[in-house]
């Protein structure tokens, strides 16, 4: 087993009620979650906006074409890197596209 340092606070891994975790987080600071659904546009608006192609924008991250259709078509589900991604590419296409092609050369 790696040991990454650290001790292990067994009551706050043996929470048992909500009321238990919400305090807890409360405690360490780490109870305000909005960050986690803040909203992102969907990988068909970035492209649109973008005025790209499937292929194109596919190309552009990365990412098989395949796999960019298929987060259009709802088909599977975005996990938040890809969020993330489309935040970054909806608010700020110019400096997406300058770091991803920067990372082509």
Do not use: C, F
């Not at 803040?38 to 190309?59: C, E, F, G, S």
């Amino acid at each position: 087993m790696a040991r990454h340092g650290g001790t292990i606070d067994r009551d706050k891994v043996n929470a048992t009620t909500e009321a238990d975790i919400d305090r807890q987080a409360r405690e360490d600071g780490t109870n305000d979650t909005s960050h986690l659904s803040a909203p992102y546009p969907t990988p068909a608006t970035v492209r649109k906006t973008l005025h790209m192609t499937q292929k194109q924008i596919a190309d552009l991250t990365g990412i098989p074409v395949a796999t960019w259709r298929n987060w259009e078509q709802g088909r599977v589900g975005l996990d938040p890197a890809v969020q993330a991604l489309l935040r970054i590419l909806g608010r700020e296409p110019d400096a997406a596209r300058r770091a991803l092609d920067m990372a082509a050369e």
